[in-house]
């Protein structure tokens, strides 16, 4: 079953907007890590941010921020005055615990976000 | 320098052959990881290593062998390459703590023609 899911494949926002990328998820763990990359056409996976199950408040980092709905299982994305370079796959992935024990993040099937001048 | 470095960064060769992708990491790091990236972009867990504790996804056919040296190397072994293999794959690290991100290398784009 699915664990992560991005129900946008491509999105598209004008220059220095605000955009908002979704992320919903499953788990029955009370403990768990949600994170989001980004992966330019040049291929590289890039770490933008980190929510946990239990911080209280919602994660920022610069221009990027995590809208944690614990309640409803969602980890949605907001980029703030969005830029050109910010044109990229983003995925959302969540950390969990299989019966070995070890941490494996699991991704999602990535949004393809699209920033026009 | 590069954090995780995966050598190389292409590589294209015919069916059948037998080949390898190294994985260096320099954070000392405990975790390794080696993901497969399909043409739609969707990143699957191949092998997860900690501690000499090797996870395997039992999707990923026997072909695919992981071998770390030491706790810095996770060497991915492909044999008998298929055309379906083509994909680009990534080597990823992570350290202790729950809130610890992977750090991934630049990915291997292999090409079985």
């Known amino acids: 079953a699915q664990k992560i899911t991005q129900t946008q494949p491509g999105m598209f926002v004008q220059e220095k907007e605000a955009v908002t990328l979704d992320c919903t998820y499953d788990?029955?763990?009370?403990?768990?890590?949600l994170f989001w990359y980004k992966q330019p056409s040049s291929g590289e996976m890039i770490f933008l941010i980190y929510?946990?199950?239990?911080?209280?408040q919602n994660a920022t980092e610069g221009r990027y921020s995590l809208n944690f709905q614990k309640a409803r299982k969602s980890a949605n994305l907001v980029i703030s005055a969005s830029q050109l370079g910010d044109s990229a796959m983003y995925f959302c992935?969540?950390?969990?615990?299989?019966?070995?024990?070890?941490?494996?993040?699991?991704f999602g099937r990535g949004t393809s976000l699209i920033v026009h001048p | 320098d590069t954090a995780v470095s995966q050598t190389p960064k292409y590589l294209v060769t015919q069916m059948g052959n037998d080949k390898s992708i190294k994985c260096e990491q320099n954070l000392g790091h405990d975790t390794m990881y080696w993901y497969k990236q399909d043409s739609k972009k969707f990143l699957k867990i191949m092998f997860s290593?900690?501690?000499?504790?090797?996870?395997i996804n039992e999707t990923v056919p026997n072909r695919f062998s992981p071998k770390s040296p030491d706790k810095a190397h996770l060497n991915l072994h492909i044999n008998s390459l298929e055309l379906g293999d083509s994909a680009v794959y990534f080597c990823?690290?992570?350290?202790?703590?729950?809130?610890?991100?992977?750090?991934f290398g630049q990915g291997t784009r292999l090409t079985v023609v």
């Open positions: 990823a690290s992570r350290g202790r703590g729950m809130n610890t991100e992977a750090f």
């Open positions: 929510q946990g199950s239990y911080d209280q």
């Open positions: 290593y900690n501690n000499k504790e090797l996870i």
């Open positions: 788990t029955s763990d009370p403990s768990y890590g």
């Open positions: 992935a969540m950390r969990e615990v299989p019966s070995g024990g070890s941490y494996i993040p699991t």
